[in-house]
């Protein structure tokens, strides 16, 4: 690590030290004037006096019939006044004109002309909050008070609650925090005071309003080439920044550190918060920089300078190279000069001096000449000698700088890398935090998704929270990758899958946030599509809906397309090309070199807020390991194009190698004897989620909450097949695995763990320690199905449901009357191009015309929520010739 000379850091503190100063200086001078005011007025209220306070009230103010009060310049009677231009106060719901109110209403008014009047340059304005609700202050023109809107309660506002006892115990001058004001429009912040007259009775705050436009604009622009300033508050409000003030405006100066989603914006901050001192200067190791750090007075306010160490490494990589450019050419010079005059004079000195030269250039300093001459080539030799050792005595020193910035270098890597190793840490733990409730979650909804006795609408409400969970699980997969990518570990797994099955699902889930916000989308695969190919199924799907995902994000009229096109093909594999096009708001020319960097984010701010920057540079990632590219054409505000081709192998046993059917039958039990499963795991949900799925398949299941009572059970009860956690009290997975693995007796005993940490040094670990397989979660139902099929050997029994449906239809077809040939054919036209929207648009449309079409139309809205398109076609040509032969 790179650290600064003591000069440099003295004044890089210094620097620090005074820039804090005076910008401290106005809220200090508000704190101050405080103090005095509230002598000041405590003097007048709680002193003796002969005035009339209710004579002076009326003076000063009247209140009208419908209870407000309006001050009166003196000397101008009620019927007189103008309305216009002084305009009514609200003084609260219920407040009685008594004589201790009046008396503090006519010394707030004095007090505001006596001594603001003065402050008018310094301070938008000076005010008194009255307990009441009421609110006297001073204008450019006069003081009055002013009238609340319907929605605003004075005492419920920040500049007035924090006069009261349950806000400021302490009774002390207090910060709102910064605001924009709606009236004067400008970005402030308030200075509050309470009064307390000696009886403890609290008579009303004093505030001041103190304009931040000259203090955010030299925080942005006063600063140090190469570096920038930002203002921050104690509790983590961001109040000036020179690459978020709009979204601090936007958020209304509500836009806090903790919430902005940005790590290097945390560590800035909480490097401010362990600061001791009102000025200092640390190094922040991981993102090589200095921070010069300076405690505002008043406000609780940080003012940080940040200074890139890059700039420090340019200036002396620039001196270095200049000197050693001037040594060079010095060299040169001499050189060429000696050889044009001394040449054809003097051949042996010359000859000597070459050498020297030369032995100079292979490194070796110690050069021998005659400096015994009295001639001018004796002068030259020993100014030659002279420069040798300035020379060696320069590389000597410069070989010595090299080493301690290698030293340093080595320093910084070392903590590069252990900061990449903490950063791995955290990411895994929290991986396993999240991962848990989602198992519980996703387990569920999985398990409810089985059920027989759920209606359509409750369904449709599992699949929803099935496919949020699992949103979620795949952000936090996201934030794994792009650690892996980082690491340059991100690998493929490929296997062999259904391809229509896979596009389909995706399309299923994109389609639904596409309906939601009233855009078409469509799906135009291509008749060639083979059925089973070999990829890695989670990542091609990850890519898919990334893209997709966005398109419609961007996209608020027109219509997301999902084209799949077959290239070329051969006996063993295919050329696919995925193009994802969209109607929305096109990408900008500059911000393409952007769009597939990590953390990056291009085009509407407010849908920016929708996602973590990560998806493009990990699809990227991911397309680049398959062996292609995303490409991107775009026209700003009409639209764009992300398309890429990849070659993937075929495969013909994609039935078998994935252990399920592609037409959705129900998986309802197995053949042969039952199997008693023990589930090993210290959290009950997690152990629930795996009896509700297996239990009604007909297994008999058994539960430990740790591996000491697992391996009880196991001795028992001598199940067929364990599935355990690894991290448990008591006794861990990986010793239950151990002891399991020595004991001669169960050493055969079929073992699979399961864990939320899915990193692949974990699973790896899991499988050396003696696990048969690896169950991550939260648990894939279908995964959790293939391992025991694999395991157990087991014959899956289906519910089989696709010729019982198609029966239905075909039994149906001949009582259902049917609608016009013209609109049959239309919903066949929509069926075959794929618009699901404007499909279930018509059929909704023919059910309310006529009440008596609604046994066809139940039947293709089943279908169509299925996306069971190939059968709503087989059906409607069924239909459309029994029409014909009507």
Known sequence: ??????????????????????????????????????????????????????????????????????????????????????????????????????????????????????????????????????????????????????????????????????????????????????????????????????????????????????????????????AYNLLVRADGQLIAHPDWMERIQAEAGKLKVQTSGNPHLQRTFDFALKSQQAATVVYNSTDREYLAIAKLKGPDWYLITVYPQALLRQEASALSQFVLLLGLTSLLIEVILLYIVLRQKIAMPLTSLLSATRQLAKGDFDVQLDTQRQDELGQLATAFTHMSRQLQDSFTS??????????????????????????????????HELRTPLNGILGYAQILGRSKTLVDKEQQGVNIIYQCGTHL?????????????????????????????????????????????????????????????????????????????????????????????????????????????????????????????????VGDRQKQSEGTGLGLAISQRIVQLMGGTIQVNSKFGQGSEFYFTVTLPLAEDWVEQQGTLANGDRMISYHGEKHRILVVDDRWENRAVLINLLEPLGFTLLEAENGQEGLDQIQSNQPDLVITDIAMPVMDGLELLKQ????????????????????????????????NDFLPKPVPANLLFQLLEKHLHLTWIYETSGQADENRLHSDSTEVLLPSFVILEELLTLAQKGRFKKFTNLVTDVQQQDSRYQVFTENILQLAQQYQFEKIEEQLKMYLKKQLKV
């Open 1 to 226: 690590m790179s650290q600064l000379d003591r000069d440099t850091q003295t004044q890089l503190a210094k620097y620090i030290t005074e820039r804090g100063k005076r910008e401290e200086e106005i809220f200090v001078l508000a704190e101050d004037n405080h103090a005095l005011l509230r002598q000041d007025f405590l003097k007048q209220f709680t002193g003796k006096s002969a005035i009339d306070w209710s004579a002076k009230f009326n003076q000063y103010f009247y209140r009208w019939a419908d209870g407000t009060v309006r001050n009166v310049p003196e000397g101008t009677a009620p019927e007189s006044f103008d309305t216009e231009r002084y305009p009514t106060a609200f003084v609260g719901r219920g407040v009685k004109l008594d004589a201790d109110f009046q008396k503090r209403m006519v010394l707030s008014y004095d007090f505001v002309e006596k001594y603001a009047a003065g402050w008018r340059n310094r301070f938008l304005d000076t005010y008194i909050s009255l307990p009441e609700g009421a609110n006297i202050v001073l204008w450019p023109g006069a003081a009055w008070g002013i009238k609340a809107a319907s929605n605003l309660h004075i005492p419920d506002e920040e500049w007035a609650y924090l006069g009261d006892y349950s806000h400021n115990p302490d009774r002390k001058t207090l910060w709102t925090g910064v605001y924009s004001d709606p009236v004067a429009q400008v970005w402030m912040v308030s200075a509050e005071t309470p009064i307390d007259d000696p009886q403890g009775r609290h008579l009303g705050t004093i505030g001041h309003d103190i304009v931040l436009t000259n203090l955010l604009q030299r925080t942005i622009n006063d600063r140090i080439e190469g």
């Open 398 to 431: 410069l070989e010595k700088r090299v080493e301690e910035r290698t030293a340093k270098l080595k320093e910084a890597t070392l903590l590069a890398d252990q900061a990449n190793r903490a950063k791995s840490d955290f990411l895994a733990n929290m991986s």
């Open 473 to 601: 699980l795949n952000l936090i997969n996201d934030i794994l990758d792009l650690s892996k990518i980082e690491a340059r570990k991100l690998e493929l797994t490929p296997t062999a899958l259904h391809l229509p099955s896979l596009l389909q699902s995706v399309v299923e889930m994109c389609n639904i946030r596409a309906e939601y916000k009233g855009i078409d989308f469509l799906y135009q695969p291509s008749s060639r599509l083979p059925e089973g190919i070999e990829a890695d199924e989670k990542r091609l799907r990850q890519v898919l809906i990334n893209l997709l995902g966005n398109a419609i994000k961007f996209t608020d009229r027109g219509s997301v397309t999902l084209r799949v096109d077959v290239l070329d093909r051969s006996h063993d594999q295919v050329s696919l090309l995925f193009q994802v096009i969209d109607t929305g708001v096109g990408i900008a020319e500059t911000d393409r070199q952007k769009l597939f960097h990590a953390f990056e984010q």
């Open 740 to 771: 399991i693995r020595q004991s001669d007796q169960y050493k055969h005993l079929k073992m699979i763990v399961s864990s939320a940490s899915v990193a692949q040094a974990d699973q790896q670990m899991a499988i050396q320690a003696g696990g």
